[in-house]
T-cell receptor, first 111, second 117 residues
């Protein structure tokens, strides 16, 4: 399974864009990049996913480099409620779709 | 918006007792999962379930664990004889599509906190 590397923590000022990086240099051609987040021990929440192209939805944007070895999740206007652990996941193993969570990035949004 | 529902939110049990954690997945989903998270640690995959059978299980999911879909709506995780180290948050998730078939968006419940005394 492709491994991801994320910084353990980041701060962001409220109202500013939060840019969360992820390295996934061993990603294979048909693996998607997924982002989930977990707010204070709640269940993980799906944010966005992509394969090659950049993606945007109501929550965030996902920028994937052309070589697909890294990606950035962008929260355009971070709020205090976006304080959470953010997980970048690229490996969906076999035919079961299990998610392999790393340690993620703890994003602290500050007033 | 449809959601995954888990009950109870908190379960306290004595070591050696059996517990059943319950989940109601999103109604049109076909793939079901259990994960657990020990306090302060990563979310860990336990088991996936499709078409009334286990698709994959992790090393954690030993003979003390079992899963069942007893009817068309519920999905349960049973721990036969709980140990202190089973204390954790247990999350149920469901998805329409598995990883092999392409994008696999899993929706998680709020979790059941299991405390084994």
């Amino acid at each position: 399974d492709a491994k991801t590397t994320q910084p353990p923590s980041m701060d962001c000022a409220e109202g500013r864009a939060a840019n969360l990086p992820c390295n996934h240099s061993t990603i294979s051609g048909n693996e998607y990049v997924y982002w989930y987040r977990q707010i204070h021990s709640q269940g993980p929440q799906y944010i966005i996913h992509g394969l090659k192209n950049n993606e945007t939805n109501e929550m965030a944007s996902l920028i994937i480099t052309e070589d697909r070895k890294s990606s950035t999740l962008i929260l355009p206007h971070a709020t205090l409620r976006d304080t959470a652990v953010y997980y970048c996941i690229v490996s969906l193993s076999g035919n079961t779709g299990k998610l392999i969570f790393g340690q993620g990035t703890t994003l602290q949004v500050k007033p | 918006e449809p959601e995954v529902t888990q009950t109870p939110s908190h379960q306290v049990t004595q070591m050696g007792q059996e517990v059943i954690l319950r989940c109601v997945p999103i109604s049109n989903h076909l793939y079901f999962y259990w994960y657990r998270q020990i306090l302060g640690q990563k979310v860990e995959f336990l088991v996936s379930f499709y078409n009334n059978e286990i698709s994959e299980k992790s090393e954690i999911f030993d003979d003390q664990f079992s899963v069942e879909r007893p009817d068309g709506s519920n999905f349960t995780l049973k721990i036969r004889s709980t140990k202190l180290e089973d204390s954790a948050m247990y999350f149920c998730a469901s998805s329409e599509v598995s990883g092999r078939l392409g994008k696999n968006i899993q929706y998680f419940g709020a979790g059941t906190r299991l405390s084994v005394l």
